[in-house]
């Protein structure tokens, strides 16, 4: 027996939406996108200006396991849309006793740390190999489930693991089993920073991000992040998925618990569409489709339920060009000669405009000369602030901006401020404006210890049976890798549940 073509609605063109759209169309479905911005990508559009090309968000490739595994299922490789350099330094960091690059090889990279703390190049074996247990289990097992039911990870292996994966001890007590130098500590509690969560707040399954970061390495796409985008959007128009592009979604239409139509306005025109279909997957803000879209009969999580979550920070962001090259910088640069502790407390404790920031440099045009007019050079500079501040006004941007500017000239023993010949800033208020994103952050949520797995909002509604989400504000979590698993994962509980409907 035949069934006719089911449709879906995603809302948000992301990564996770291209992911779940090009997922539900290879499984039959007949699949439209809509996306308020005019290109797909989401948090990882790019613009240009003035010669310059700028990735807008994410900018370190990790995990290349995962995006050749998503290309895989749809018969492609990576190396059929873009080629990949691994970076070697893969990173420099500035403590207050110093720089330190860390070398793409293994053996290198012990030889650093036990340069500093005798006995840290054994430790780093013990730790690798714990590390690398948490990746195959964490990443090729526990991400993949929706987050539904306990009853998801009753699993042998994670059974008899559990405590190998050390959910229950933080990531900072865990490093400090193995390392006792400062700065060691801080580059392996380094990588957690992208879950959006201090250390000692974040399980200590996390250190499996160490695995990615130290054995699966710090990788460059070709003409930069975007490429990545580019090839999603392509696998997605080949297997057929239709994207409107211009179109903010602007309410969804509910009748006895089911979602039945969706009505959109053009940016341009103003025009109002509406769109009927069997199932809606909201890529984009869950907290704003939740809020804003749905009538309050049909919203899972209570005001009180968003406002207690904790959330990864939020960004200040600088995308600026300059008319020299720079010498002797590296593609990524990571500004940890500050008090973490001190930042730290402002970003998730008593949240507050930082007094002294530690900081991220990025200089794609330092291995791409694509991304600048020759003989220029590209800049992006990250400070994270806490989600919602207050006061995001262009004399405080400035004022960050100056003051990161001069650090990197007295750690780079350059000038830079005199030769800027493009400058854009952006934050929180454009979190909140560009992605309608909660509180204006720029991660989703913290993945701490009750924000993980079936604790977190649901990707599936509670209330409208044909309504489920995907993206960095359910499961699996924040970053590009998980979010191309959420779209997967999504699109198997929608296709499970509605197939033979």
Known sequence: ?????????????????????????????????????????????????????????????????????????????????????????SYRVYFESGAWDMPSNYSHLQALLESVEPGAAKALDKFMEEAKY?????????????????????????IKGVFKLDIFQSMKKHIA????????????????????????????????MNYADVKGGTWYPEFGMYSIVKAMYQVALDQGVVFNFGEE???????NGVAKNIVTKNQKTQEQKSYNFDVVVGAGDYHHIETKLLSPKYQSYSAAYWDSRLLAPSSLLYYVGLNKKLKDVTHHSLFFD??????????????????????????????????????MENL???????????????????HYFQQIIKRLEEKWG??????????????????????HSFKGNAYGLANTLFQTAILKPSCKSKKVKNLYYTGQLTVPGPGVPPSLISGEVVAGLVNKEYKNK
């Open 380 to 398: 992006f500079l990250l400070i994270p602030v806490a989600a919602g501040l207050e006061g995001d006004t262009e004399e405080v941007r400035e």
């Open 249 to 255: 979604v602007t309410a969804i239409e509910v009748v």
């Open 134 to 158: 948490k990746y195959e289990v964490g990443v090729g097992k526990l991400v993949h489930q929706p987050g539904q039911s306990l009853n998801e990870f009753l699993d042998w292996e994670v």
């Open 1 to 89: 027996m035949s069934f006719p073509q089911k449709k879906v609605l995603v809302i948000g063109a992301g990564f996770a939406g291209l992911s779940v759209s090009s997922f539900l169309a290879q499984k039959g479905w007949k699949v439209t996108v809509v996306e308020k911005h005019d290109l797909p990508g989401g948090r990882a559009r790019k613009f240009e200006a003035d010669g310059f090309t700028f990735d807008m968000g994410p900018s370190w490739y990790w995990m290349p396991d995962v995006f050749e595994k998503y290309f895989a299922q749809f018969g492609k490789k990576v190396s059929d849309y873009y080629s990949l350099e691994r970076l070697d330094p």
């Open 338 to 375: 500050t008090d973490f502790g001190v930042h730290g407390k402002e970003i998730y404790t008593d949240p507050a405009w930082p007094s002294n920031p530690l900081f991220y440099a990025s200089v794609p045009s330092a291995t791409d000369p694509t991304v600048a007019p020759e003989g």
């Open 177 to 208: 089993r193995f390392f006792k130098h400062p700065n060691i500590q801080m580059l392996m509690e380094f990588p957690v920073l992208f879950l959006g969560a201090l250390p000692e707040k974040t399980p200590a399954l996390y250190s499996l």
């Open 414 to 435: 350059q000038t830079i401020s005199d030769s800027i010949v493009y400058k854009r800033s952006f934050a929180v208020s454009d979190f909140k404006s560009e992605y």
